[in-house]
């Protein structure tokens, strides 16, 4: 299998499980909501005995359904595109500095823990961080074609050591439970790095003004991919500029059915404001 090819195999892998994730967290995290709970403390540990929680949680449940619904919003509707978008970069931050403000709680303080039907833990990381997250990585998958995943690395990493760094600002990487620590660090800091570099990519793409290189191809294929809850459009471009194997593009519903195989079609490529290269079908 060529590059490209495996690549863009990669990519629709992805998302396709991170779309399953993120109905699958959904559902879980409206039908928690659901239950009357007691007000909550922070930074504190304990154990119930037969089950249910063992360590409280932030009391920021407002902040996690204004997280829900905007996220959901920018999932099915993306309008108006930026205002949007920036709001999904500033919840996740603007929630750390909240629930810093209390004397640097630990980070067990964003992480719920509860017990499944088989007596297992379940580690929930706070949601106006977990879903900014998952929507945002879902939709520059979907949206935005970049060249290399190794041009991301660098900027992607400089991102999660700069959420980091709030994350030991504003919060002590402290857990008294010792058998919990390290699913609580790997579910908290998994979500915060998931967070940085699909931030990282949608800013490089969506405040990109540089001027864009065009390109001309033929458009070979297209085709629909359908999964439970969500539809995407591809077509298949013959190679282009130094692209020297024939690849899919992801593309729009009204793209999708404006363009036919056999016709030309314009390919603009931009430098990316971080310098991540990214492309896309332009008609």
Not at 27 to 37: D, V
Not at 115 to 144: E, M, T, W
Not at 179 to 187: F, M
Not at 216 to 233: A, F, M, N, Q, W
Request: with cysteine; aromatic share 16%; charged share 20%.
């Amino acid at each position: 299998m060529q590059i490209g090819s495996c690549r863009r195999l990669k990519q629709q892998e992805l998302l396709y499980h991170f779309n399953r994730y993120f109905w699958y967290q959904s559902y879980n995290c409206l039908k928690s909501k659901k239950r009357i709970r007691k007000p909550r403390t922070r930074s504190t540990s304990h154990t119930n005995g037969k089950g249910g929680r063992k360590l409280t949680f932030h009391k920021l449940d407002w902040l996690e359904w204004i997280a829900i619904g905007v996220s959901i919003w920018f999932f099915v509707f993306p309008y108006p595109y930026k205002p949007l978008f920036v709001i999904m970069l500033g919840l996740p931050i603007f929630g750390l500095f909240l629930n810093g403000l209390a004397g640097r709680p630990s980070i067990a303080s964003l992480v719920e823990i509860t017990k499944d039907k088989d007596g297992s833990n379940k580690y929930d990381v706070a949601d106006f961080i977990d879903f900014p997250a998952i929507v945002l990585f879902i939709h520059v998958l979907r949206n935005y074609e970049f060249e290399s995943f190794y041009s991301l690395i660098i900027p992607g990493v400089l991102a999660s050591l700069m959420m980091l760094v709030l994350v030991l600002i504003t919060h002590k990487i402290q857990i008294q439970s010792a058998a919990d620590k390290l699913w609580i660090y790997c579910s908290f800091f998994f979500n915060v790095c998931l967070f940085s570099f699909a931030a990282t990519y949608g800013v490089n793409c969506v405040f990109d003004d540089s001027e864009p290189e065009v390109y001309y191809t033929e458009v070979l294929d297209k085709h629909i991919s359908r999964g439970r809850r969500s539809t995407s459009y591809y077509v298949k471009v013959a190679p282009w500029g130094h692209h020297h194997d024939i690849e899919k593009i992801s593309v729009s519903y009204s793209q999708y059915n404006a363009l036919q195989p056999g016709e030309l079609v314009e390919i603009d490529r931009q430098e990316g404001l971080f310098h991540i290269p990214w492309y896309y079908i332009n008609k």
